[in-house]
Structures are given as structure tokens and as C-alpha cells.
């Protein structure tokens, strides 16, 4: 069980490299990550991070589940529902079903327990302001990663 957050951090930001490596179009791994610190979702949250860093993880991680959702439920035949897989078996039902690769799956899994270190942790693990930022910068890598990479397509 991991219980510090720079020694997750670290794995995961290596997983999310891998994962935005898999994505068509890219010009690095590196790139794609540090855009995010520029655009998008990590200035969106700039303000709640120094706020409630805790908050602004959270509400990084609810992006990646509404899109994780979003993108299963679409792949269902109508009727059926992914509303109450939790997170595990929703990311586990998104790689089975081909919408995500491995490396995808693997960064979802590891910023799961950032998350978790962030909402549940004791109080030493809890993000401050910078370490809201780069989760809201790795969450733009993931959702990156599942909006432009797909294992049944070919990349480029």
C-alpha cells in the first residue's frame, strides 16, 4: 500500500508518460504533460488549488471518471448502465472493452490512489498547492491519453 504522495506521484507521472506516448500525433510524452501545467485543466483549477488543494483533486479526478463514463456508456447497448461500477471496475470495463490501453488503465489506477491519498490520508499526505497543480496536470495527461488513444487503432 502506497501512503506518500511523492513516492506515487513519481510512479504515476512514468505510467501517464506511457500512456500519452501510446496516443497518436504526439510530439513527446514531455511535451504533452507540460502543456497541461499552461493550458486547460491546471489553470482552470489554479484558484481552488491554493484554496483547497484536497478540493482541487478531487474535482481533477471527477473529470477522469465523467469521461471514463461517458466513453463506456456509449459503448453499451441501450438499457444497460456503468452509473454504479465504482472506479476500479469502471477503468477494468474500459480496457476490456478496448477504449483504453493498459498504459491508460495503469495511470487511472495509480492517480486513483493519489486521490484517495488526498481524501483519506493522514494529514502529511495531504496535497498542498503545487501538488494540486501537477495532479491536475497529470489528470490532463489521462484524459488525453483516453480521448486520443485507443488500442484497436493505429497510431499516427
Not at 465504482?86 to 495511470?107: D, R, V, Y
Amino acid at each position: 500500500e502506497v501512503e506518500n504522495w511523492d513516492s506515487a506521484g513519481s510512479v504515476v507521472r512514468g505510467e501517464i508518460v506511457e500512456a500519452v506516448e501510446e496516443a497518436p500525433g504526439h510530439e513527446s510524452p514531455t511535451t504533452a504533460l507540460d502543456s497541461a501545467w499552461r493550458l486547460g485543466l491546471t489553470e482552470e483549477l489554479s484558484d481552488l488549488a491554493r484554496v483547497s488543494p484536497v478540493t482541487a483533486v478531487l474535482e481533477s479526478f471527477r473529470r477522469i471518471e465523467t469521461e471514463l463514463r461517458d466513453l463506456a456508456q456509449g459503448s453499451l447497448d441501450e438499457g444497460l448502465t456503468v452509473r454504479r461500477l465504482p472506479m476500479g471496475g469502471l477503468t477494468q470495463f474500459a480496457l476490456k472493452q478496448g477504449l483504453i490501453t493498459p498504459e491508460t488503465a495503469n495511470s487511472i489506477t495509480g492517480l486513483t490512489v493519489l486521490r484517495n491519498l488526498a481524501e483519506h490520508g493522514a494529514a502529511d499526505s495531504k496535497p498542498d498547492t503545487a501538488r494540486a497543480l501537477e495532479f491536475a496536470a497529470l489528470t490532463e495527461g489521462v484524459l488525453y491519453a483516453i480521448r486520443n488513444a485507443r488500442p484497436d487503432q493505429p497510431n499516427g
